[in-house]
């Protein structure tokens, strides 16, 4: 069994998963202190897996009805992210697996929600190769996967990532952080094609750009005016959305025009919008997206990604560092 640890953003996270991809326990502890901030604060996260990372290794080694005699592996997220929240990760997996000579697998975060993909989640893992959009608040990009163990990044984010947009649309709307829910469930009493708003159609090949759209809001907000803006607020809302996943639909389509790829994934928190999984049906016969806990940030994902590459063992991971930005940093 692996015991995987995931701290680099603001979820605590632990999981327990089997060498084969059954997930027998994967603990998210949301830190919602951040709401009130209206995003994630750095410092305040950290402080936050310090006092939960030990309860949720403890809640997850109990959902999963296992004792530290059946881990054999430890693997943590080893970046990217925010430096501090990685550390409280990488350090307590080391203290943990030095303390019983385990061996370690350090997993880089973009790698382990591909790697989502690769557990059995109700039904059969899907295998390379295909074609992987993730978006979430923190990263975008498009991916092909030809193996278990490393992807080729074939377009990404210049600038906000998709689930950011949703989160900086839904603020100028006035809707609480973060905000991509929110503006979905809104959007549902909207038309859609009551307003045009950029899908960047002029961004370089298979790369992404959501900050053009948000000014485009800000914009559109401030010429309706106050009460015009707060009447049509839906009509904003499902434009918005709309333009959001026009773009990473069109993106989609004609990276599996250009790959050739007949399968696709899509996985991260904007996963779960149900315009985007529909416009996104229409592209291939089937996709495939992990179920919501294996979308969005989890240990699962990076247990997973650890049953593919060679752990280091007992004691040369003592030295293992965490980094903000790596190889696939986006
Ligand atoms: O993967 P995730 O849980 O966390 C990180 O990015 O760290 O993604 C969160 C993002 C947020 O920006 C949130 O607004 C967005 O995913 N999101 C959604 C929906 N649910 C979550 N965006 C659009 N529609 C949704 N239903
Ligand atoms: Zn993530």
Redesign the pocket.
């Known amino acids: 069994m692996i015991l995987a640890l995931e701290t ?4 605590t996270c632990a999981a327990v998963v089997t060498a084969d991809g059954d997930v027998r326990a994967n603990v998210i502890s949301s830190q919602g202190i951040h709401d009130a901030f209206g995003g994630v604060v750095p410092e305040v996260a950290s402080r936050h897996h310090l006092e939960l990372v030990n309860v949720v290794v403890d809640d997850a080694l109990r959902t999963a009805e296992v004792t530290w005699d059946d881990i054999g592996l430890i693997a943590v997220t080893q970046g990217p992210g925010l430096v501090g929240a990685l550390l409280v990760g990488v350090a307590t997996a080391k203290g943990l697996a030095a303390a019983r000579t385990l061996p370690l697998a350090g997993i880089d975060h973009l790698q382990g929600h591909v790697a989502a993909n690769f557990l059995r989640d109700g039904g059969p893992p899907l295998e390379p190769p295909f074609l992987c959009l993730i ?5 975008t990009f498009l991916a092909r996967v030809d193996d278990h163990t490393s992807f080729t990044v074939l377009g990404q984010t210049l600038d906000d ?4 947009a ?2 900086k649309g ?1 603020r100028l709307l006035g809707l609480p952080f ?4 929110h ?2 469930r809104l959007a549902r009493a909207g038309d859609p094609a009551a307003f045009a708003f950029p899908t960047a159609d002029g961004v370089k090949d298979l790369d992404f750009s959501f900050a053009g759209l948000k000014t485009a809001l800000l914009y559109k907000v401030r010429d309706l005016g106050d009460d015009e803006a707060a009447a049509r607020r839906a009509d904003l809302a499902a434009s918005f ?1 709309h333009a ?1 996943v026009e773009q990473l639909a069109r993106r989609t389509a004609r990276a599996l025009e250009r790959t050739g790829l007949e399968r696709l994934a899509i996985g ?3 996963a ?3 315009p ?1 999984r529909e416009r996104m049906a229409s592209l291939v016969p089937a996709v495939h997206v992990p179920a919501r806990a294996l ?3 989890n240990a699962a994902m990076i247990a997973s990604a650890a049953r593919f590459v060679e752990p280091v063992p007992y004691p040369h991971y003592l030295g293992l560092e965490a980094y903000a930005t790596g190889e696939h940093a986006l």
Do not use: I, K, M
């Open positions: 680099s953003c603001d979820d978006a979430s608040g923190g990263h990532a998709a689930g950011e949703f989160d839904a973060p905000g991509g829910p503006l979905e959305q959001v991260g928190g904007v779960a919008n149900g985007l979308c969005t940030d």
